[in-house]
């Protein structure tokens, strides 16, 4: 089939790991078969802090990594939500779709809240997954390569683009999630990786912070190395960073390194993962902040000429 590819990313810091075994890896592999929006998220950094931040530093990061894993500019269209008004706009109709119930029982919005640094919640923190049902449907996407953490929300999607055509008439496709090899990639503390936690193995890192990061990983004094995700949860994860960078299973680096200990295992895994990224952050260094401007330029133009036709469908809908 012909999908539409939309997923995306919050520039709230450089890539990781996770990112890549739950998404990016996809998008690459689609990339050559399928129309593709790539998301850069600007608006929803706000969900969860008050202030953007580093906001032009963290686009331009955020570009480069996508270059750098191997996206191609001039098939895959990457944008910024605040460059699209038209599919902001979509927020409107689409909040009327569902009840407050709804986004209260959210079980994404409900751990990113408890994670949150935030004194109180803010209505956007609740209606973000709506305004990514926005993200997804501004060009009629079909599928979206996302991690685990992200299921509820194209869930959200599905809703309003069922509960819209039934409505309203037939617009929008019901969209499907796509996940990776690891949907749910732990960071070097046990939680999930994530860009905000400080637990990420970043794709732009240095070998030496790889390095670094990896050694100071939790592990337990057991000598003997066993792949056990219920009694020894952070070794475990270790060998799964480990077997996802060598295309090999955990139990057999497990074996491999038998009573070597966690030295062994850190050791092992930080060749493993400096290896993997090697070509990934040679093809980092290869673009200018130029390049990557212009590529968003010309991406934000073709994702509002789509969007302006889209909301016009959906104004001439509802019989706007
Ligand atoms: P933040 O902590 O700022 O929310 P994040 O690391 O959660 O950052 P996002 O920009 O929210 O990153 O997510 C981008 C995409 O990467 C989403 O599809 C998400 O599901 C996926 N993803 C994020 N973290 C992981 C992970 N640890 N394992 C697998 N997929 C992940
Ligand atoms: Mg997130």
Known sequence: MDHVVLTGDRPTGPLHLGHYFGTLANRVALQD??????LIADYQVITDRDLPGEIQRNITELLLDYLAIGLDPARVTIFQHSAVPELNQLLLPFLSLVSVAELQ????VKDEIAHSSQQAVSGLMFTYPV?????ILFCKGTLVPVGKDQLPHVEVARL??????ERYGPVFPVPEAMMGVRPLLKGLDGGKMSKSRGNAVHLSATEDETAA?????????ERLITYDEERRPEVANLLTLGGLCLGRSPESIAEEIGDGGAAALKRLVTEAVNEFLRPIRKRRREHTEADVRQVLR???ERARE?????????RAAMGF
């Open 105 to 108: 029982r959210n079980p994404t």
């Open 306 to 314: 789509r969007a302006i036709v889209i909301l016009d469908e959906v």
């Open 213 to 221: 990061l990896i050694r100071k990983a939790r592990t337990d004094a």
């Open 298 to 300: 010309e991406g934000n």
């Open 131 to 135: 305004h990514q049902a926005a993200d």
């Open 33 to 38: 078969s399928h129309t593709m929006y790539v």
């Open 160 to 165: 309003v683009a069922r509960r819209f055509n």
